[in-house]
Structures are given as C-alpha cells and as structure tokens.
C-alpha cells in the first residue's frame, strides 16, 4: 500500500510516497481503507519542526529530537471499515468513517486504529475528501467554543484567523452556539468568511485588532497576533481569551488570573471520540459544514504541504488516496 513518509524534518520537498505492508487489525481495532487523508496546520509543523512557542521542545522531545521517530505522515482521514479485529463492537465492515491519529500515520491506504480512538461514523452528507478535512478543524473549534468558552446565545466573540483551518469551523461553531461573530481575516478571505456566517468582518491589514475599540466575551485567536496585554483591551469584564499558540508572555498571563477578572486560558485539544461523535452529529443536522479550499492527489502531497505553509489557505487542504469519493 502506498504511505506518505519522511525520514528528516525539512521542506516540502522531504515528503515522500512509500510502498509498505497494509497493517493486521489487532484486538479492538479497525482496519480502514482510507479514500481521503489531508495536510493540516499539525501535519505541516510536524513536517517542518516547526513547533511554535513553548512547544519547540516538547514537540521534538514527542516526534524525535533530531529526525522523525514515526516516518508516517498525516493525522486526519475518511475511508471504509474493511476488517474488525476481535472485541469490535462500536463498528461493523462496509461502513463509512472518518477521524484523527493526531501522533501521525493516517496518509496511507489502510490504516489500523482503535475502535475508541478519535473516530465516527461519517456522516451520509459528506463525500469523503470533505469529511478527511473536518476533524483538526471541527474539533479544535467545538472544543475551545463549546466545552473552554462554554460560549452561550448572544455573547459577542472575535475569532482572529477565521479564514483557516480552524477559523473558518470556528465561525460555524460560534453561530451553531449562538453567539455573534465578529471575525478577523485578510482581504481576500472577507466574503468567504462573512459566507460562513460572521456578523462582521474585519481586515487586518487596515484594523489593527489592538484599536477595535469594541469588547468581547471571548477573544480565539488562531493565528497568534493577539498578545496577553492586546487580549485585555478587547474582553469585557469576566470575558475569556483562548490562544491557540502561546509562548511565555502567555503563560505569565495564565499564572495572573486569580488576580484578574479578564481570563486566559492555555489548552490543547485533546482529540477525544465523544467529541468526534459530537462534531458528526453538528455536521448530520447542518450546524457544521464541510470548508475544503483545495484537493490534490497523493503525488501531489508535496505541493499540499507547501498550500499549507503559506497559512493563507481557506479550510482544509484535502488529499486524494482513490477515485472513490462516496
Ligand atoms: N492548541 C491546539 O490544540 C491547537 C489545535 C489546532 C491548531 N492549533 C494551532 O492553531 C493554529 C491555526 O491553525 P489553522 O489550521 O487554522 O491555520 P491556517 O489554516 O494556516 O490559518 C491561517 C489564518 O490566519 C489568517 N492570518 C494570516 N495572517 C494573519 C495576520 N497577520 N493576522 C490575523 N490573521 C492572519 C489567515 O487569513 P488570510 O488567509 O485571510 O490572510 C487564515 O485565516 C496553528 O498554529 C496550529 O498549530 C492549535
């Protein structure tokens, strides 16, 4: 079966396309053939090394100090249940999955995963390059709106990157909840983020989001431009800010917080099934909708990868692995 492989963290250009051995399920685990698999914002760091903030250690000390310890790439895909190992009881042969293996592997034609993994059922309205780009995103948003902001109808929240990979299901997510959408983005990306459902849009490159001069319940930000500090002037009393890369200046912030009323919170999503199921089920009655900016074949992973770096990218960047799509 073919697999996306590197052996050195670097470029683009380290990805490669390997023939090895599809995996035996093992007890409580599915043997999936994968159709579509993606490159993501995780993939490309993991790739690159390129860990951001206080994670440029811990992330080599996770994925091997000076070169890749798993030689697999890919951490999000959407394929059929071709084999149950035994003890199987969530999943049957012939249904139509997608999910997660965040510590990579997923860009393969068959992979082998635990039933109680960070896999669902797809949901009938997906084709299968759609649902491969839902997972990084849909979860990341449900989790840090839903479950850390626990955000609620009527609170006004700034999701800053709100064109990517988790800013546009961010958007989604903060309406299905019920909360007006205040969402920051590029020039190019002020209708699409507006057709996701924003209330109002704002371009960076002519509002700064430090002199916006309105306040929120929540500030996410996704790209990483909203300092501690900056995040105060924009949050109402109470109100919560939830980076998604942090580094010192954040940390010092969180141990600050018995001290102010205005929050941080510093998290990792912790790609958990219930969540999976839950985001399946947003996407089953229409809350959550696929946002794929762009499909490429396998040979083509190399250019994904260099889509995803460019960090202008709208959704989620899908890859090919056969010409089944439903
Ligand atoms: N903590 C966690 O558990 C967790 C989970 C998932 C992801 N992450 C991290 O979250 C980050 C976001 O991932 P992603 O997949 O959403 O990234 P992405 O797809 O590359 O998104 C980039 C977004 O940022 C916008 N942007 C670019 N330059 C900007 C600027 N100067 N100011 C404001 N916005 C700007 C882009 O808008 P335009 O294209 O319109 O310019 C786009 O909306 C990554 O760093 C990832 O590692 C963390």
Redesign the pocket.
């Known amino acids: 079966m073919k697999v996306l492989t590197y052996k050195r963290y670097g470029g683009p250009d380290v990805v490669r396309i390997e023939e090895l051995e599809a995996p035996d399920p093992g007890d409580g685990e599915v043997l999936v053939r994968v159709h579509a698999s993606s490159v ?3 993939d490309w ?1 993991i790739r690159a090394a390129a860990f ?1 903030g206080v994670m440029a250690i811990p992330g080599r000390l996770m994925f091997g100090l000076l070169r890749p310890r798993n030689p697999r790439l890919g951490s999000e895909y959407a394929g059929v249940i071709e084999e149950v190992g035994s003890s199987v009881s969530r999943f049957e042969v012939g249904e139509q999955v997608f999910g997660m293996v965040p510590m990579g592997g997923a860009t393969a034609e068959h992979i082998a995963v635990s039933e109680t993994s960070t896999i669902a059922k797809m949901p009938v309205s997906l084709s299968f390059e759609e649902a491969a780009g839902m997972p ?2 849909g979860l ?1 948003a449900l989790v ?1 709106l839903a479950e850390y902001a626990a955000l609620k109808p009527g609170q006004r929240v700034l999701i ?9 299901f961010a958007v989604q997510v903060a309406k299905a909840l019920g909360a007006h959408v205040t969402a ?6 002020q209708d699409f983020v507006a057709s996701q459902g924003a209330d109002e849009t704002i371009d ?1 490159r002519v509002t700064d989001n430090a002199t916006l001069g309105q306040r929120f319940e929540v500030v996410f930000d ?4 909203v300092t501690p500090k900056i995040s105060r002037g924009l949050l109402v009393e109470g109100g919560l800010f939830l980076p ?2 942090f580094g010192v200046p954040e940390i010092g912030a969180a141990f600050l917080n018995p001290f102010r009323s205005r929050k941080i919170r510093l ?3 912790p790609d958990r099934k219930e969540d999976m199921e839950r985001l399946a089920q947003m996407i089953e009655y229409g809350a959550v909708r696929p946002v794929v900016d762009s499909v490429y074949p396998l040979e083509d992973a190399a250019k994904a990868h260099a889509r ?1 770096e ?6 989620a960047v899908v890859l090919k692995l056969s010409d089944r799509t439903e």
């Open positions: 993501n914002t995780g760091r951001p990084f995103g990341c840090f800053v990157g709100a064109s990517g990979g988790v800013g546009a920051v983005s590029g020039p190019d990306s960076y996704t790209f990483g431009v998604l890369n998290a990792v999503n995803v460019s960090r202008h990218k709208k959704g």
